[in-house]
């Protein structure tokens, strides 16, 4: 079982770039979630879905979108790109809404350069 | 304002017991997490207090007191692996996780 995918595990991309990062779950959770973590910083929510079809923001969503079509996919798109958003972004699920509520599985995490 | 203090950094020996404190102020509480990153790596789950008191897991425990918004992770017999990041984690009154910013543990010979 995989668990959680990320998808790239690295890029460098120019500023002004969009991007779009993959995340897919094979465990059929129905919340999942993208933070970022810079150094210095406690990981930083951007957005999250309690279940298909629903999204929200979190702590720091400017920038940010994200879509959830079905269960198992939640990519986060960066329209155009800044330095600002530079960092190693998780995605995460937990198998009820809410991340306070149980454990929270990461994936690798994408770590992510703007120039 | 919501936050979680927890040490920078930690030095501690191998076979020694180390103890990592967290203290928080949230927006309601709905249980404490702590979780476990080794350099380069994803965060991994190591446990849960949503009760005042001690949760005890192998080599490592966990203590909870809500009326003084702390917790500790305590590591026994610690070994060369347990060289890590460890963060704490507060679930808020929307059952958000607020997260410190996490402690770097150093395991020395």
């Known amino acids: 079982i995989a668990g959680i995918t990320q998808a790239p595990t690295s890029q460098i991309l120019a500023a002004g770039r969009r991007m779009t990062l993959r995340c897919t779950q094979d465990m059929r959770h129905n919340a999942m979630y993208w933070y970022r973590q810079d150094l210095g910083l406690g990981l930083r929510l951007i957005h999250y879905s309690n279940t298909a079809g629903t999204t929200g923001k979190g702590e720091v969503p400017d920038g940010y979108s994200v879509s959830r079509a079905n269960t198992d996919d939640f990519p986060l798109t960066l329209a155009s790109a800044v330095p600002s958003q530079t960092s190693v972004y998780f995605c995460?699920?937990?198998?009820?809404?809410?991340?306070?509520?149980?454990?929270?599985?990461f994936g690798e995490g994408s770590r992510l350069t703007v120039l | 304002g919501q936050n979680i203090d927890q040490p920078t950094e930690m030095t501690a020996t191998e076979g020694a017991i180390v103890q990592i404190n967290c203290t928080y102020q949230?927006?309601?509480?709905?249980?404490l997490f702590w979780y476990q990153q080794h350099a380069g790596e994803a965060p991994t789950f190591l446990s849960y207090?949503?009760l005042d008191g001690l949760e005890e897991k192998g080599r490592f425990s966990s203590f909870l007191s809500r009326s003084k918004g702390y917790s500790y992770l305590l590591l026994k017999e610690l070994q060369m692996k347990d060289s890590a990041s460890y963060l704490c984690a507060v679930g808020d009154s929307n059952y958000q996780l607020i997260w410190g910013a996490g402690t770097k543990l150093i395991i020395k010979p």
């Open positions: 995460a699920s937990s198998e009820a809404a809410g991340g306070g509520t149980g454990e929270l599985f």
């Open positions: 949230t927006s309601g509480f709905n249980g």
């Open positions: 207090n949503v």
